[in-house]
């Protein structure tokens, strides 16, 4: 049985990713791993290691140490925190992908997943139907350190065959962990104010659309990439994923459904700016041939799985 690490454990991405993953394939199988301490349910739900992505010693001596065939890289600043933090943003994000690129390089490790972002695409970039391949201006640290990210994974397979792969996440939606630092976080801070307060002031203005995606649609595009046969992957920078598609606006409008008291205001700050540049919905017809990815979950569905697991865990 492969044995996998998900080194950014305690992120968004990473805590459902390990939990996941350890039905899949046995707790003793997967190991987490993380600079702090994930939630209950990781910390003991199987080994986790304490480790820092850009302490590459560390990083060898835990794969030697349970057999390490799969690392995740899931460490990162993300895009408005970077924009505070741009020094430690390059640093973390570059870093700590080098330091395992550098590992499969000497054969300590056989496959990697990188996430990279729909940051990497900039006001120049098609704002609809984004295609795979297109013009790519991030302007935003984060979406800087993920292009740079991408052309190095590809380089990395070119020059010395690392099957590394990666997918380009859009704004994640998830009630089981709280925001991380990203621009779409509003996706989720609006259901938690619909709970607890009946009213919210968005960061975004009310008709910024972005792409977006459940998160159970999101682990489970990681799961089914890092599963697809090698001769499947054509795409080695990294692949367009879609989920949903909506603004602030057409999500208020679905929890009003539910919530009919609900109120939301609009006071768009420094990271409206940022999703400016970005687009407002993502083709995956790549993803989709290559490995028949394909979305599940639709904004409907999704208000209304939020509302019912936050009433239950909020109030």
């Given at each position: 049985?492969?044995?996998?690490?998900?080194?950014?454990?305690?992120?968004?991405?990473?805590?459902?990713?390990?939990?996941?993953?350890?039905?899949?394939?046995?707790?003793?199988?997967?190991?987490?791993?993380?600079?702090?301490?994930?939630?209950?349910?990781v910390?003991?739900?199987?080994?986790?290691?304490?480790?820092?992505?850009?302490?590459?010693?560390?990083?060898?001596?835990?794969?030697?140490k349970?057999?390490i065939?799969?690392?995740?890289i899931?460490?990162?600043l993300?895009s408005?925190?970077?924009?505070?933090?741009?020094?430690?943003?390059?640093?973390?994000?570059?870093?700590?992908l080098?330091?395992?690129?550098?590992?499969?390089?000497?054969k300590?490790?056989?496959?990697?997943?990188?996430?990279?972002s729909?940051?990497?695409?900039?006001?120049?970039?098609?704002?609809?139907?984004?295609?795979?391949?297109?013009?790519?201006?991030?302007?935003?640290v984060?979406?800087?350190s993920?292009?740079?990210?991408?052309?190095?994974?590809?380089?990395?397979?070119?020059?010395?065959?690392?099957?590394?792969?990666?997918?380009?996440?859009?704004?994640?939606?998830?009630?089981?962990?709280?925001?991380?630092?990203?621009?779409?976080?509003?996706?989720?801070?609006?259901?938690?104010?619909?709970?607890?307060?009946?009213?919210?002031?968005?960061?975004?203005?009310?008709?910024?659309?972005?792409?977006?995606?459940?998160?159970?649609?999101?682990?489970?595009?990681?799961i089914?990439?890092?599963?697809?046969?090698?001769?499947?992957?054509?795409?080695?920078?990294?692949?367009?994923?879609?989920?949903?598609?909506?603004?602030?606006?057409?999500?208020?409008?679905?929890?009003?459904?539910?919530?009919?008291?609900?109120?939301?205001?609009?006071?768009?700050?420094?990271?409206?700016?940022?999703?400016?540049?970005?687009?407002?919905?993502?083709?995956?017809?790549?993803?989709?041939?290559?490995?028949?990815?394909?979305?599940?979950?639709?904004?409907?569905?999704?208000?209304?799985?939020?509302?019912?697991?936050?009433?239950?865990?909020l109030?």
């Open positions: 049985m492969s044995r996998k690490l998900i080194i950014g454990s305690s992120g968004q991405i990473g805590t459902e990713l390990v939990i996941e993953l350890r039905k899949i394939h046995g707790s003793d199988n997967i190991i987490a791993a993380d600079i702090r301490k994930p939630i209950d349910e910390l003991f739900g199987g080994p986790f290691e304490e480790i820092n992505v850009l302490d590459k010693a560390r990083i060898k001596e835990v794969i030697l349970y057999k065939d799969e690392v995740y899931l460490a990162a993300l408005a925190t970077a924009e505070k933090k741009p020094d430690l943003a390059w640093k973390l994000n570059m870093e700590g080098f330091n395992v690129l550098d590992l499969a390089k000497e300590v490790i056989n496959k990697i997943f990188w996430p990279s729909i940051a990497v695409f900039g006001p120049s970039t098609p704002n609809r139907n984004t295609p795979q391949q297109t013009i790519m201006e991030p302007t935003t984060y979406g800087i993920k292009l740079a990210g991408e052309r190095w994974c590809e380089y990395y397979y070119n020059k010395f065959g690392i099957d590394v792969r990666s997918i380009r996440y859009p704004g994640l939606i998830s009630y089981k962990s709280l925001p991380g630092g990203g621009t779409t976080d509003y996706a989720i801070e609006i259901f938690h104010h619909a709970i607890k307060h009946k009213n919210y002031v968005c960061f975004l203005e009310k008709n910024m659309g972005l792409p977006m995606m459940y998160m159970d649609d999101a682990i489970r595009a990681t089914e990439l890092m599963n697809a046969d090698v001769s499947k992957i054509s795409v080695r920078c990294s692949y367009n994923i879609s989920g949903l598609s909506f603004s602030p606006f057409e999500i208020a409008e679905q929890i009003k459904k539910v919530i009919p008291e609900f109120d939301v205001s609009y006071n768009p700050d420094f990271r409206n700016e940022i999703a400016k540049s970005w687009p407002s919905q993502i083709n995956d017809q790549v993803a989709r041939k290559d490995w028949r990815w394909k979305p599940n979950v639709d904004l409907e569905q999704m208000t209304e799985i939020m509302l019912k697991q936050l009433k239950v865990v109030v």
